[in-house]
């Protein structure tokens, strides 16, 4: 795969690495053009995505199985990008996929389809808010939209980890509010990751694309409260 487009694919292309914007019908990319065809291990199709069109919502979005494919065709148009810098974030959060490439050869465009669960360690479900971007010398592209991974979260590898945040961080709590605030804080802490990770999964997202940190936050205040409580010792 060229450099460009590789770039162009991470930020654009949700089943590479579970890190892309997407819509059911269309999604927002600005300075570049991108379509997509998610199909499930039969060969059947499951979703299209169209850049340029209407925005993505979390209500409707592009739906992709983790032992499908999707397929995609982009371009740059007239743009060549050169020593361009790129990253993606998830839920506003920055990641590590992050780089840049010279793009010496000036490529523009190109297609190609990915293996969803070749590209994923564990099966994984639910609801993901994805933006990422790409600029350079000559020009920039970027987006941002809703994908969702199908299948029943219980019994995944992701459920069973959650969980275990979620009752280690209320026997976090109660330790924090018999002993000492730092449980409580610990406590709260891993209350937050598990309920966000719950919140994906089953795409609960009561505050859009804020959601998940809503929860850790709200959680670690819940973790300070408990401490603040915490009766005296005589």
């Known amino acids: 795969m060229r450099p460009a487009l590789r770039r162009l694919a991470i930020i654009a292309l949700p089943a590479l690495i579970l890190m892309i914007p997407a819509g059911a019908a269309a999604f927002p990319l600005t300075n570049c053009t991108l379509m997509l065809t998610s199909r499930d291990a039969g060969g059947t199709t499951i979703d299209t995505a169209t850049a340029g069109g209407a925005d993505s919502t979390q209500a409707n979005p592009f739906l992709v199985d983790w032992d499908g494919t999707v397929a995609w065709t982009g371009t740059m148009g007239t743009q060549v990008i050169k020593d361009h810098s790129w990253g993606v974030s998830v839920f506003n959060i920055p990641t590590p996929l992050a780089g840049g490439d010279p793009n ?131």
């Open 104 to 234: 010496e050869g000036g490529d523009t465009d190109g297609d190609g389809t990915v293996e969803v669960g070749e590209n994923l360690p564990i099966e994984i479900v639910g609801l993901f808010f994805v933006s990422g971007s790409i600029s350079g010398d000559g020009g920039s592209c970027a987006g941002s939209g809703w994908m969702r991974l199908r299948g029943d979260a219980f019994g995944t590898i992701p459920f069973w980890v959650a969980l275990g945040l979620i009752v280690l961080g209320v026997v976090g709590l109660w330790a924090g509010y018999r002993r000492g605030w730092g449980w409580a804080v610990i406590g709260g802490l891993l209350l937050g990751l598990g309920a966000a990770a719950m919140l994906i999964m089953y795409a609960v997202m009561l505050v859009g694309s804020w959601t998940p940190l809503a929860a850790l936050a709200v959680a670690l205040v819940l973790g300070i409260v408990v401490a603040i409580l915490k009766p005296e010792t005589v």
